[in-house]
């Protein structure tokens, strides 16, 4: 299934988050995260939406239900090729530093807190793909806690 | 100033005459201002339901005429709000203008299960165009003025706005100024696009020129853009014949030679076999919803389709269009019946072809309408909605409920009158009748009314009989009795063997009912006596009660079942029920 994030603007009024998520369930979106953040804006919300879809039909639906809403200003869905897509993620993982050290340089991490011998917890931005890839090769069966914050994008 | 005198002058200022509603402890405060402004006639409904369809009934039958009225209704917190839920959500599917006004507990004491408090902010979101909850005295004016902008542009809606009640009794700021006339909402964000761009419409036009066998579909945005007279100078003027959805009926007469009658479940074989043949269709204000399209896949293959749509996530939502004009559908017709590219084909073939699907079935059904009897020996439902359309030259306003009856006045009643079927469509809600009526009445006092009711459906909102005594409502109700829930019956003959699982139901005396609310009341159960029994409900002066004793076993054909295609379409009754003749069913005697 292609993953899409689909990005919108809306008034920052009670209800609006309540609104989107309602859609989702609704509609029975797949969806694979949704962040709100203030936009540049005072009063304008911005968020990112992600989710697993192959039919076009289906996301332009999504798009014109977002519409629909009184309160968002704008909709459309992000082009993979043409934006930036990036998360972060606090992981609680059971190994010891030198496990880590190996990645230096490969992974934009940092060793927030040293937690007990063998207890790091680690923070770590990039696209989904890399966070995903640092975890496998640290180890998922090492991770005790994990807290992503979902995706954030930008057209370039 | 207080919230509730600012909210009652703001109600007044746009047109709103009728409040529909019941008091209740969160809402006192604004009827008891209500009372002393004298600017309003409060009907009070004897259930939070029968207002939300009297709402409907005003607005469905005045906003496209030269009086447009918003149907508001009133309620308090909790149950009486939740009450409302079912002609709310009905007035969503159904895309009905309507302001709804519900009291709230007190700011103080929200969510902390006050008593009567229920989130109804949360609970209507889903089932309104857009719902507010002014938090202080100053925003209610606006709020009010904003959420009738909302209700009544591009694609119509329920709007409500929930007023705790210290907001309600609240003065409003010294500070505190609003420019009535000068208002205008900002809503950035608020998609309402009325005229059509000109690149689809040059599109469609060259398509509708090219079509070989082309088919116009009126949906209700016909009649909420009052735009029927429009479409038929647009049809005669290109030589299209028309097939209507359930709530495009009425936008123009019925039997108009290019009027193919309404199309899908319940179809007629003309209309329905018209959208299985035709190379294009011209949709008008609807959305292609299930009851229409039947199983999607096989609908309409070989059609490219035009839609005119006011609401633009309806576009492309169930059928994908080759043209898609976002606009709304008067303003579009304004510039195609003008447009000289358009032009005149005899489409002979076409309609030939169409003549031959005429003939399906119109032989079977003119033999049933004048037998009047079915297989039980009691009243057939289509002979009553036939008597009816001759002898009121099918020029009444006509407020059917949800079953057999509804179908049955949708097809066998001929429209001459614009905008004059109401009913619910989309939320199909049974008991909306009796209320709707009302409301359309007081709409259009001038007209007469008739609600069309079966047994179900009566019985859900039956205690608004209250309202009709009360205010002497002259609405002429028509009961359908045939102690069954009639089109859920039909299906368990079709499509269950005949077992009739929870459909029997044992009747009231109507006659008693009828005699306790002071309201003439009438027994047909014989066909020569339907059409004295009409007669005498026309000269009667004030509201009657008809109770026609039906047959069970009469079945509204043709019919496409349930997720089918059209070519699954039934056009034979089904054999007669062995019940039938043996024992002729007991009905309430008076």
């Not at chain 2, 002071?518 to 007669?535: G, N």
Request: proline share 5%.
């Amino acid at each position: 299934m292609k993953r899409r994030a689909i990005l919108a603007f809306m008034l920052d009024r009670p209800g609006v988050l309540n609104k989107v998520s309602m859609l989702i369930r609704k509609k029975m979106y797949n969806v694979d995260t949704l962040t709100v953040c203030s936009s540049r804006v005072p009063g304008i919300s911005r968020m990112t939406i992600t989710l697993q879809e192959d039919d076009i039909a289906k996301v332009t639906q999504v798009i014109k239900q977002l519409e629909k809403f009184t309160e968002v200003i704008s909709a459309k869905e992000l082009d993979t090729q043409k934006s930036y897509w990036r998360e972060a993620a606090i992981v609680k993982l059971e190994v010891d530093r030198e496990h880590l050290t190996a990645f230096n340089g490969r992974y934009n991490f940092e060793i927030l807190e040293k937690k007990g011998k063998d207890v790091q917890i680690v923070q770590i931005a990039g696209s989904t793909v890399q966070i995903d890839t640092f975890l496998d090769e640290v180890g998922r069966e090492n991770i005790i806690e994990i807290a992503r914050t979902g995706v954030a994008a930008m057209e370039k | 100033m207080t919230g509730k005198e600012k909210l009652l002058a703001a109600l007044k200022e746009k047109g709103i005459k009728y409040i529909f509603g019941y008091t209740g402890g969160t809402i006192m405060p604004v009827f008891d201002e209500m009372d002393k402004t004298k600017d309003f006639q409060f009907i009070m409904s004897r259930h939070e339901q029968g207002a939300t369809f009297m709402a409907q009934g005003l607005s469905r039958a005045s906003l496209s005429t030269d009086n447009p009225q918003l149907g508001a209704c009133m309620a308090t917190s909790g149950p009486g709000a939740m009450n409302l839920t079912t002609g709310v959500a009905d007035a969503h599917m159904d895309s009905v203008p309507m302001l709804i006004v519900t009291g709230q507990v007190a700011t103080g004491v929200i969510a902390t299960d006050a008593f009567q408090e229920s989130d109804v902010v949360g609970v209507m979101m889903p089932i309104c165009k857009q719902t507010y909850m002014p938090l202080h005295a100053d925003e209610i004016e606006s709020t009010i003025h904003e959420a009738h902008y909302v209700a009544t542009t591009g694609r119509g809606g329920p709007v409500l706005v929930d007023i705790p009640k210290d907001v309600q009794n609240e003065s409003v700021s010294p500070q505190y100024r609003f420019d009535v006339k000068g208002y205008r909402p900002v809503l950035p964000g608020y998609l309402y696009h009325p005229t059509p761009d000109r690149e689809p419409l040059d599109r469609a036009i060259k398509m509708i020129n090219k079509s070989v066998r082309p088919l116009i579909f009126c949906g209700h945005g016909v009649i909420n853009s009052n735009a029927g007279k429009l479409l038929q100078q647009f049809a005669e003027k290109v030589n299209i014949p028309i097939a209507f959805t359930m709530h495009g009926l009425s936008a123009l007469p019925s039997d108009h030679p290019l009027s193919l009658g309404m199309m899908g479940m319940h179809g007629t074989v003309e209309a329905n076999k018209a959208v299985m043949e035709a190379d294009l269709l011209i949709a008008f204000g609807m959305r292609f919803d299930d009851r229409v399209t039947g199983k999607l896949n096989e609908y309409a293959a070989n059609a490219d389709v035009i839609h005119v749509e006011i609401d633009p996530s309806e576009i492309d939502k169930n059928v994908a269009t080759s043209v898609a004009i976002n606009a709304d559908v008067l303003r579009t017709l304004r510039v195609l019946v003008d447009d000289p590219l358009l032009t005149y084909k005899p489409r002979r073939r076409w309609f030939k072809q169409i003549d031959e699907h005429r003939k399906v079935m119109k032989k079977e059904l003119q033999a049933e309408i004048d037998t009047g009897v079915g297989d039980t020996g009691t009243l057939l439902m289509k002979t009553i909605v036939d008597r009816l359309s001759k002898l009121t030259k099918g020029k009444d306003l006509i407020v059917p409920d949800v079953g057999q009856h509804q179908m049955m006045a949708a097809r066998f009643y001929s429209y001459q009158t614009e905008n004059s079927w109401f009913s619910s469509g989309g939320a199909g809600t049974m008991g909306c009748s009796l209320p709707m009526a009302i409301g359309v009445k007081l709409a259009r006092p001038q007209e007469r009314v008739w609600s069309i009711s079966g047994d179900g459906g009566f019985q859900m909102n039956i205690q608004e009989l209250g309202t009709v005594m009360e205010h002497n409502i002259d609405i002429k109700m028509l009961l359908f009795n045939n102690g069954y829930l009639g089109m859920v019956r039909q299906w368990q003959t079709l499509f269950f063997d005949g077992r009739y699982s929870g459909t029997p139901m044992q009747n009231p005396d109507y006659g008693f009912i009828a005699q306790a609310y002071k309201i003439p009341y009438l027994k047909v159960e014989e066909v020569k006596d339907i059409a004295p029994a009409l007669k005498k409900a026309i000269k009667q002066k004030g509201p009657i009660l008809i109770e026609f004793v039906c047959d069970p076993t009469e079945v509204i054909l043709p019919m496409i079942p349930s997720g089918g295609g059209f070519n699954d379409m039934i056009v034979t009754r089904p054999p007669k029920e062995k019940s039938a003749s043996k024992k002729k069913r007991k009905v309430s005697k008076s």
